[in-house]
């Protein structure tokens, strides 16, 4: 199969890698039907992930199909359509059990899918604790829709979840997630969210996408 790979520091390569397989009872292989660049991506590419290993296949957004479960999978079944976890996690030690689950103490507890073992810009992907790192996506949901599930749309989830912020607060938002954080704020009752836009490509998306309320537009910076 082809999968996109970290050779070294500046350089990602087009392999060819065989299939992957089993290697536990909690195993699963999914067929990669949809896979997105993050910019902890690029974050390997430049050197700046220490724990990053050289030959891994990246990529840790995913969507596809379950194609063979471990024995010991209950939660889904071949052919059954997918989101895949940013986070690897057993679902039993104490971060897990606390919802910390990029604190799990498993030796590929945390990022581990695209970083330390090898992740989804490939046709197929081992996923550990497959009972906890996928979730069924509804007929009614395409995979472009499901995509962002298993980490930015997550993330900016979690980030509107935790932040304490009240209805009468004013966000300011700035980071390449902020167009989830800001729906994801919308679905927790925010009323204000301001948007600072420091390129023209972000600017024109968040117009279009409706993410933007309030623009804010630093003098002077022109960049995409």
């Known amino acids: 199969m082809l999968a996109y790979t970290y050779v070294e520091k500046g350089k990602f390569k087009l392999l060819d890698k065989p299939v992957p397989k089993l290697s536990d009872a909690r195993d699963a292989i999914v067929r990669v039907t949809m896979s997105s660049i993050c910019s902890s991506d690029l974050h390997i590419k430049h050197g700046s992930v220490p724990r990053a290993v050289p030959g891994i296949t990246v990529g840790h957004e995913m969507v596809g199909i379950v194609e063979e479960t471990g024995k010991d999978v209950t939660k889904v079944k071949p052919g059954d359509r997918v989101t895949v976890n940013v986070e690897t996690f057993c679902g039993t030690c104490f971060f897990c059990q606390n919802g910390y689950v990029n604190n799990c103490t498993d030796p590929n507890g945390g990022w581990a899918l695209g970083c330390r073992i090898d992740g989804g810009q490939a046709e197929y992907v081992c996923v550990p604790y497959a009972d906890q790192g996928l979730n069924k996506i509804p007929d009614e949901v395409s995979d472009e829709q499901a995509l962002f599930v298993g980490d930015v749309l997550a993330t900016g ?38 948007e600072l836009c ?27």
């Open 157 to 194: 989830f979690w980030a509107a979840r935790i932040s304490e912020i009240t209805e009468e607060d004013t966000v300011l938002q700035s980071s390449q997630h902020g167009g989830l954080y800001r729906t994801s704020g919308t679905m927790e009752g925010w009323r204000e969210i301001a």
């Open 198 to 224: 420091v390129g023209n490509s972000r600017l024109s998306f968040a117009l279009c996408a409706a993410f933007a309320g309030p623009l804010l537009r630093p003098a002077g910076l022109e960049g995409g």
